[in-house]
Structure formats: C-alpha cells, structure tokens
C-alpha cells in the first residue's frame, strides 16, 4: 500500500513561507508524476502544482512565481516550497501520486493515491 504522509505546514503570517514536505513509501518518486493539492473550508479542492517524471512542473496561476514544487530523489520526498504567503493560501494542502503513465495534471482525477494533508494558515 502506498503511503504519503505530509509535513511542514503551520500558522504564519502574510509575506512568510513554509517548505511543505511529504514523504512516500513504496513507490519510487522520482518515476511518478506528483502534485500538490489544497483544500479550504467550504471550497473544493484545486490542483496548486505538478511534476512529471522528467522534472516538468505545472502551477495554479494563483501561486505561479510564489510557489515552487520539487523533488528529492534521494530522500524519496516530495517539497512545495511557499513564500509570499497570502491569506487565501490558508487551506489544507495533499500530496497525491498519479497512476504510472498517466499525464501528470492538476485534474484531481488523474491521481490514485493522497497523503493525509497538513494544515497552512496565513494571517493577515
């Protein structure tokens, strides 16, 4: 069974960042496409970045230049590096890995398996 399990989030200030972290067990990240969700209250759930297989990344206009998606291979750990943080960032943020072969998107419905989330809460 896959397992993602996400960390790093917090209560920040607008202007501060955070480096979201999420770390997956038996699947090798670097050969799937993976991405980060996020999910407010009452709203639904909207792709924020991707990466394929070959280092391609996609991002939500919302956070494109504020947000950066990576990973390390090594670690076996995916990271969404976030600066500039606004108020309308606060959500609970998903790490997901998409079925293999699938093209990498921020379609939720490309993705099999979702982490647990962790929360980000940005002050104003």
């Known amino acids: 069974q896959v397992q993602l399990v996400e960390s790093g989030g917090g209560s920040v200030q607008a202007g501060g960042s955070l480096r979201l972290s999420c770390t997956a067990s038996?699947?090798?990240?670097?050969?799937?496409?993976m991405a980060w969700f996020r999910q407010a209250p009452g709203k639904e759930r909207e792709g924020v970045a991707s990466i394929d297989s070959r280092g391609s990344t996609t991002y939500a206009d919302s956070v494109k230049g504020r947000f950066t998606i990576s990973k390390d291979n090594a670690k076996n750990t995916l990271y969404l590096q976030m600066i500039s943080l606004k108020p309308e960032d606060t959500a609970m943020y998903y790490c997901?890995?998409?079925?293999?072969?699938?093209?990498?998107?921020?379609?939720?419905?490309?993705?099999?398996?979702w982490g647990q989330g962790t929360q980000v809460t940005v002050s104003s």
């Open positions: 038996r699947i090798t990240v670097g050969s799937f496409c």
């Open positions: 997901a890995v998409a079925a293999l072969f699938s093209s990498c998107s921020l379609n939720t419905q490309v993705y099999e398996y």
